[in-house]
């Protein structure tokens, strides 16, 4: 069962920008926080941002604030992140999920395709 479509990435220069979009279904739509996930290469998967269900309440890891902003359309059960001033670093698979339990960042098991961001120096 497909929860989450990620679409969006490609490659862009240092200094360009993406949006991503996160199609959701099923419980990952009906999540009540709803985060952004990425995966470089040789590298586990980390967290990026999260977003609660009436989009009052966002968060962000310290190497993405004021670059990344995390953002939730509920009728379209679709959250974007839009992503400014992309670094190399930022390379990676970008994955949406939902939380079970944001305060300890447990997600549900299972996990899209993901979408790729290359950032190239």
């Known amino acids: 069962q497909v929860e989450m479509v990620e679409s969006g990435g490609g490659s862009v220069q240092a200094g360009g920008s993406l949006r991503l979009s996160c199609a959701a279904s099923?419980?990952?739509?009906?999540?009540?926080?709803i985060g952004w996930f990425r995966q470089a290469p040789g590298k586990e998967r980390e967290y990026v941002a999260a977003?609660?269900?009436?989009?009052?309440?966002?968060d962000y890891v310290d190497s993405v604030k004021g670059r990344f902003s995390i953002s939730r359309d509920n009728a379209k059960n679709t959250v974007y992140l839009q992503m400014n001033s992309l670094k190399p670093e930022d390379t990676g698979v970008y994955y949406c999920?939902?939380?079970?339990?944001?305060?300890?960042?447990?997600?549900?098991?299972?996990w899209g395709q993901g979408t790729q961001v290359t950032v190239s120096s």
């Open positions: 099923g419980r990952t739509a009906s999540s009540h926080f």
């Open positions: 999920n939902g939380f079970v339990d944001y305060f300890s960042r447990r997600t549900f098991e299972y």
């Open positions: 977003i609660s269900k009436s989009s009052a309440s966002v």
